[in-house]
């Protein structure tokens, strides 16, 4: 290779430009990973509300159960069978949280809870809204939690 004048060298003709290839993807990775936390849920559920919530912004495995009982694995719609098998792979310390509806049978919060623990995930929290993510129904009483811790 011939050196003009200057420190830069002359690249061949058939050269691809690699480094600005690697940040246009690391740029994508980080607007990808930044937007996909403002996403809606893929399902449709209604958070039970809760005085004492508070956030938590590890990453986790995102599971959100529906009033009928459908099942969603980060936004992804699947079925109670293959629950398991989505959840196994993961790293242990991994959380799980996991929205249902506050119309839910308490049975699905049970069965998923227990594809995490038997895939060897221990973290898990409910996802639970505040006063301003769930208003009330027209007609509906809005009451203050009293919760006693003592």
Known sequence: MRSRRGKYLLEPAGSFPVIPMIDVILNLLIFFML????????????????????VDDRTAI???????????????ASSWDELPSLLVNHDPDTQVRIAADKGVDYDYVV?????????????????????????????EAVKSPEIDYD
């Not at 809606?40 to 559920?45: A, Q």
């Not at 995102?62 to 992804?76: P, R």
């Not at 996802?127 to 129904?137: I, K, L, R, S």
């Open 62 to 76: 995102a599971l959100s159960i529906d009033g009928q009982g459908k099942l969603a694995v980060d936004g992804v």
């Open 111 to 139: 069965r998923a809870m227990d594809a995490a623990g038997k895939a060897g995930l221990t973290h898990i929290a409910l996802e639970t809204a505040t006063d301003q993510d769930n208003p009330p129904v027209q007609g």
């Open 35 to 54: 937007i996909s936390r403002y996403l809606p849920p893929s399902l449709n559920v209604a958070l039970p509300q809760a005085a004492s919530a508070s």
